[in-house]
C-alpha cells in the first residue's frame, strides 16, 4: 500500500498533492531496471519522481484510505512502476474533468484515474469532430466496461439504457459515461421519453441520487459500480442490472510531446505484468476480470 505521507502543497484551487511511497508489490528482480530508468526524460531523473493526477473519490481504482493516503488498483500500480524506475509517486487530487488539461499544460506528468482511451481523447476533438485541444497520449493497462446501477429491487425494472427514457440518469462529468447518457438522449427522444441528465462533480453525489430517488440510476465503471453494490458494513442498498456496455482501455494518460516518458512506463508495466507484480495488484482489489496481456499505447477507438 501507499505511504501514509502527505505533502501540503496544491496545484491550483482545488488539487492536493498526496505523496505513496514505493509499494511492497514489486519483485526484487524488478528494481534492477537500469536500462529503463537511463531512458527517463532529464526532468524527471532530476525530479526523482512522477507527479500524477486522479481524481481520488472513484474505488477501488483511485480513493483515499482512512489516514488520507492514495489507495486502490491506480495508486498501487504506480507506486509499482515507481519502484521499477527508481522513483517516487506524488498523487494530485483532482476533479476528474481536469485532469486531461493539467496534463496538455505540464503540470502533471501523468493523469492515472480510470481514464477511458478513445480516439477523440487521443486527437483532442468532441463527439462531433469539433476541436477541444491538443489531444493526449495513452498507455493502457486494464479492460472495463460501464455499467447501470440502481437502487435495490430495482422498482423501475431497469435493464438496459433504453428502461431509462423517461428517467433521470446520474453520472460524473467529464467521463465515458456522460457521452453514452448524452447519446441515448436521442433515442428516448424518438419514443417521446426525455432523458434527463445529472451530471455531477463526484460518482458518490450520482450515487446518493439514486439512493434518495431523485436518479433512477448511476453510469459508472464496472470495477467502481460492482465495489458500489457491498461494503465492509454490508449490502450498500445498490444493485447492477443489464450487461456492460462500451468496453474499453483504461489508460494512464500523457502529454503529446512526452513520447520519451510515455514509452518507458509503457516498458516498465510490460515487465511488471510478466512478473506477477501486475496480477497480484489486481488480484488483492478484487478486479482481475480486467487484466491485460501487455501494456499497449493508443489502443483505444
Not at 219 to 237: I, K, M, R
Not at 276 to 283: A, F, H, Q, V
Request: net charge negative; proline share 5%; with cysteine.
Amino acid at each position: 500500500m501507499p505511504s501514509r505521507a502527505r505533502a501540503t502543497a496544491a496545484l491550483g484551487a482545488g488539487g492536493l498533492l498526496l505523496a505513496t511511497g514505493c509499494g511492497s508489490t514489486v519483485s526484487p528482480g524488478a528494481r534492477s531496471a537500469v536500462d529503463l530508468r537511463a531512458r527517463l526524460p532529464q526532468s524527471v531523473k532530476a525530479a526523482g519522481k512522477l507527479r500524477i493526477g486522479s481524481d481520488l473519490h472513484y474505488a477501488p481504482v483511485d480513493f483515499t484510505d482512512g489516514g488520507g493516503a492514495p489507495a486502490g488498483l491506480d495508486p498501487e500500480l504506480a507506486a509499482a512502476v515507481g519502484a521499477y524506475l527508481g522513483l517516487k509517486v506524488e498523487f494530485v487530487d483532482l476533479p476528474f474533468d481536469r485532469l486531461i488539461p493539467a496534463v496538455q499544460s505540464r503540470q502533471l506528468d501523468l493523469a492515472m484515474s480510470a481514464v477511458i482511451d478513445t480516439r477523440q481523447r487521443q486527437d483532442g476533438v468532441d463527439e462531433n469532430g469539433r476541436p477541444t485541444g491538443p489531444g493526449v497520449d495513452f498507455v493502457d493497462y486494464f479492460i472495463t466496461g460501464t455499467s447501470i446501477l440502481v437502487k435495490k429491487p430495482n422498482p423501475l425494472h431497469v435493464g438496459s439504457l433504453d428502461d431509462l427514457c423517461g428517467h433521470t440518469v446520474a453520472l460524473q462529468r467529464g467521463t465515458i459515461q456522460d457521452g453514452i447518457a448524452a447519446r441515448q438522449t436521442a433515442a428516448c427522444d424518438k419514443l417521446a421519453k426525455p432523458l434527463e441528465i445529472h451530471q455531477l462533480d463526484t460518482d458518490q453525489q450520482a450515487l446518493a441520487e439514486v439512493a434518495s430517488g431523485a436518479a433512477a440510476a448511476d453510469l459508472n465503471d464496472y470495477p467502481v459500480a460492482e465495489y458500489n453494490t457491498h461494503s465492509a458494513q454490508g449490502d450498500t442498498g445498490f444493485e447492477l442490472t443489464g450487461t456492460q456496455l462500451s468496453t474499453s482501455p483504461y489508460g494512464l494518460t500523457f502529454n503529446k510531446d512526452d513520447t520519451a516518458l510515455r514509452d518507458v512506463i509503457a516498458k516498465a508495466l510490460d515487465r511488471l505484468i510478466r512478473d506477477g507484480s501486475y496480477e497480484k495488484i489486481l488480484t488483492k482489489w478484487n478486479v482481475h476480470p480486467g487484466a491485460v496481456q501487455g501494456a499497449v499505447v493508443n489502443g483505444g477507438h
